[in-house]
């Protein structure tokens, strides 16, 4: 099989921050998940003794916390920084820019929307910043028979598709008397999607590397079945089925944002060596 990556692929960089600030701790706690690839996630535990925590209360004294990339709930930031431990904050700037957007927004008297899936982690922390809640919508249609306020203000989760963003941008253009619009979408995911939707056009089978949970690898994985049918969405190269690649001759390779590079290499030698 040949195979072709595409332009722009794999780590973004608030991952590539927050593994760094994981590896130096050697022996830190993260807060939540720093990243959606669980396989890191065990080299980090693995490599360099990097422990995972969910609540407040498995927060030991004298811990090395890391807060995950995707952010948490301001309440719980604070109590953090309370407690008698060290407090690195490893939220990605892009994720940081919506949560101080929708803290000045609410404050202003805004309602605050958010195009994003309400369970994602992400979401939660921006949520967290409204001082009113937030009404938070994954597409148009669940918008329609929302009661619009007079005055909104939309912000994305930074990975979802810019096409479908700018729906519920004008959507409420249209509906609300005053409407402020904040692209979120950092420029990783543009460039991820773009690249995607390009490749995707020009091969026989695509493959998308990354976490399944990872909302970043599902929006490539959905572009990408768009445009080539033949897609498929894997987490690595033990993931692959050999039939998927018969009477195929070109593969197109592409990855999530918090899909490390080793996983990358590994399933592009295995696909090479079918």
Not at 45 to 62: A, C, N, W
Not at 137 to 143: A, M, R
Request: contains cysteine; glycine residues 6%; charged residues 25%.
């Amino acid at each position: 099989m040949k195979v072709r990556l595409a332009k722009s692929f794999g780590f973004c960089f608030g991952v590539k921050r927050a593994i760094k600030i994981a590896e130096k701790s050697r022996g830190g706690v993260t807060f939540g998940a720093l990243i959606h690839n669980q396989k890191e996630i065990d080299r980090l535990r693995h490599s360099f003794g990097v422990k995972l925590v969910q609540t407040l209360d498995e927060v030991d004294g004298g811990d090395q916390v890391i807060v995950r990339t995707h952010g948490i709930p301001k309440n719980d930031l604070m109590a953090l920084r309370q407690k008698n431990v060290s407090v690195t904050d490893a939220t990605c700037p892009y994720v940081t820019k919506p949560q101080k957007i929708v803290e000045e927004m609410s404050a202003q008297g805004y309602q605050v929307i958010i195009f994003g899936d309400m369970t994602h982690p992400e979401v939660k922390s921006v949520m967290s910043y409204s001082s009113t809640p937030a009404i938070v919508v994954g597409s148009l249609d669940e918008l329609i028979d929302t009661k619009i306020p007079k005055r909104v203000a939309l912000v994305s989760q930074t990975t979802k598709q810019t096409e479908k963003f700018i729906e519920i941008a004008h959507f409420l253009i249209r509906n609300a008397h005053e409407t402020r619009v904040f692209n979120t979408i950092c420029n990783a995911t543009f460039q991820n999607q773009d690249a995607t939707r390009e490749l995707a056009q020009e091969v026989d089978v695509m493959v998308v590397v990354g976490g399944l949970s990872s909302s970043n690898t599902k929006q490539l994985f959905s572009i990408a079945k768009e445009y080539c049918p033949d897609s498929y969405l894997i987490e690595d190269e033990k993931d692959l089925n050999k039939e998927w690649f018969l009477g195929k001759k070109i593969c197109g390779l592409t990855a999530g944002a918090s899909t490390p590079d080793w996983i990358i290499q590994n399933v592009k030698r295995a696909i090479e060596a079918l």
